[in-house]
């Protein structure tokens, strides 16, 4: 009964909050949003390692490698601290993953399902303010989340992020993120593993 009224709680709370944050936010979006949140609703936090190659495509290449640990409290976004970084990357050790949590779109974007096929819905989203964003696209699975993340520049930056999702403990969360980010004069490319979950989950209680 705890973890009932406890999933009940979040999802109302994520509810409120798509809503408070965007009164024009189409209604077939808010269902996706407060689905994904459902998905995990039982998941009360958890801790990860993360190692991540990038290589920058120039010439000669460049590669370099970073090592970090993430964490996430409900109903906070997930956030790394990297505690191997290059020396260019100093001041940039700490990254809220807000921009992967669905919570957050309506306030920053306005959204429409592009496309609905089956367990995979597509949103479309762009800037509320104006930026150099032409187009943000988001593929979520109704059973794993969010697999693909596209950001669009007016001046022809691209950013892909697809996700490969894997099972701890019952819940979906990534095993590997793969990225390409394509800017004027530069093409890098990212391979990130998640490894050593720690997961906190909801105590299970029939009880009163």
């Known amino acids: 009964m705890k973890r009932i009224l406890a999933t009940g709680a979040l999802l109302a709370s994520s509810l409120l909050l798509v809503g408070a944050a965007a009164s024009d936010t189409p209604e077939e979006v808010v269902k996706t949003i407060v689905a994904d949140q459902e998905r995990n609703a039982g998941l009360r936090s958890y801790t990860f390692d993360l190692h991540v190659n990038i290589l920058v495509h120039t010439f000669p290449e460049v590669r370099f490698h970073l090592d ?43 959204i429409e399902v592009h496309h609905h096929d089956g367990d995979t819905t597509e949103l479309s989203m762009r800037d509320r303010k104006k930026s150099p964003l032409k187009e943000a696209r988001a593929t979520i699975d109704a059973h794993t989340g969010v697999k693909q993340m596209v950001w669009e520049y007016d001046y022809g930056g691209r950013i892909q992020v697809d996700v490969t999702p894997q099972q701890i403990d019952g819940f979906a969360l990534p095993a590997k993120e793969d990225a390409e980010i394509t800017m004027p004069h530069v093409h890098a490319t990212a391979h990130a593993e998640f490894t050593n979950y720690r997961v906190v989950a909801d105590a299970a209680d029939n009880g009163p």
């Open 68 to 110: 970090g640990v993430g964490s996430y409290e409900r109903p906070e976004h997930v956030v790394i601290h990297f505690t191997h970084v290059p020396w260019f990357g100093k001041g940039f050790e700490k990254v809220d993953m807000a921009a992967f949590d669905p919570r957050s779109w309506p306030e920053q974007y306005t």
